[in-house]
């Protein structure tokens, strides 16, 4: 059976966009592969070097994973850092990356720019590079958030996974991903890392809009409906979604904040009710207050039972400690046989 490998950055709380971009692809996933899926909290120094406490925030993810639907019987699910194989390999991987093509990639330097202070809208070629090495900025840049790739693509291959259920802004860490296991076989004249793919479970990727005009919905955004949301904040968000005054004329193409609330209709709505508001659209006589309320029984509905079981699971922190152990041991053995292998590649000493 193939392998399947994902994780995301303890950052927070599990929103629609996570759910819709990722997790529902590991609930399908989870029973036709072989799946770990994991809770980044490594990654989560890059950007956030002082967790006020790092293990709450993971068992955060893996409550609401476990919410979800994941199951942990048939698919395991670990603390990343739980896993300190995966550290080894991100060291190999760290000898053969080049400086030059990690800070190439863009995650790299939006997030750098940041740890600068370098203003994003008024941004230049080179930028980054100048500051960097300018000795009277008192910001640096984490060599960790260089290396975020290494580390990513440490967590894949560790597993020898071939397919990674992500969103679409995954896309060059895939790339840098795939790089890295092609360099180890080529450096070390193997065939040993299976180049990982990308995996969107509805075949194309899925961006999740945030409802306050434009753009994707996520944590950094500051626009995200959680999954934890109750009802009044569901409410209260989606009925301050942005709107205008309504079309003029029958079947208008609509502006983007518009099309994202009915994009968002379309993925916790039936059909029905999404026809129902798109053809008193084509009308020009859909009236906003209406769709907002619906969208937002329609997102509660989906939200709620999801939301009692976070709360059930949250509480039960020896079903949590039962689930992450369980789910390290197994990604430990998975990942000890690798890191064997791997060692004997490069010549070391392996038992
Ligand atoms: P955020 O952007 O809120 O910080 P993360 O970067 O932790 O979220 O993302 C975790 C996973 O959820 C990734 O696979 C990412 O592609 C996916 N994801 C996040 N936001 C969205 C969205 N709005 N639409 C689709 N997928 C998303
Ligand atoms: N970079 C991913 C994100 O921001 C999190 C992540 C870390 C990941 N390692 C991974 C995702 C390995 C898939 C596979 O969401």
Not at 45 to 73: N, Q
Not at 104 to 117: G, I, P, W, Y
Not at 298 to 306: K, T
Not at 309 to 335: F, H, M, N, P, W
Request: aromatic share 10%.
């Amino acid at each position: 059976m193939e392998t399947v490998v994902s994780g995301i950055r303890p950052t927070g709380n599990l929103h629609l966009g996570n759910y819709f971009g990722a997790v529902k692809g590991f609930l399908q996933m989870q029973h036709e592969y072989n799946c770990l899926f994991f809770i980044a909290d490594w990654h989560s120094l890059t950007t956030h070097p002082h967790p006020a406490d790092i293990r709450k925030s993971a068992y955060t993810i893996l409550s609401e994973y476990l919410a979800c639907g994941i199951d942990p019987e048939i698919a395991p699910i670990y603390i990343q850092s739980d896993v300190p194989e995966t550290v080894e390999l991100y060291l190999y991987l760290n000898m053969i990356a080049g400086i030059g093509e990690l800070m190439r990639t863009t995650s790299f330097k939006d997030k750098a720019r940041q740890q600068l202070h370098i203003d994003r809208v008024h941004t230049t070629e080179g930028d980054v590079e100048h500051e960097i090495f300018n000795e009277s900025n008192k910001h640096s840049v984490s060599a960790g958030l260089l290396t975020y790739p290494t580390l990513m693509a440490a967590d894949i291959i560790i597993h020898k996974a071939v397919k990674v259920p992500v969103g679409k802004d995954q896309e060059q860490n895939m790339e840098m991903a795939r790089r890295f296991a092609r360099r180890f076989n080529q450096t070390y004249g193997v065939d040993f890392f299976p180049e990982p793919a990308s995996f969107y479970y509805s075949h194309k990727a899925v961006k999740v809009p945030g409802l306050d005009g434009s753009g994707k919905m996520g944590k950094s955004e500051g626009n995200a409906i959680y999954l934890i949301d109750d009802e009044k904040t569901i409410r209260k968000k989606v009925m301050k979604a942005v709107t205008d005054s309504g079309p003029t004329e029958p079947n208008s193409p609509k502006p983007e904040p518009i099309a994202n609330l009915f994009t968002m209709m379309e993925i916790v709505s039936t059909k029905d009710t999404y026809d129902y508001f798109n053809e008193k659209y084509n009308a020009c006589e859909i009236r906003y207050g209406d769709m907002k309320k619906q969208l937002a029984e329609d997102i509660n509905a989906f939200c709620a039972p999801i939301r009692e079981r976070i709360l059930a699971i949250a509480a039960d922190t020896d079903y949590l400690d039962k689930v992450a152990r369980q789910g390290a041991e197994k990604a430990r053995a998975s990942a000890a046989k690798t890191l064997n292998e791997v060692r004997r590649i490069i010549g070391f000493h392996s038992y």
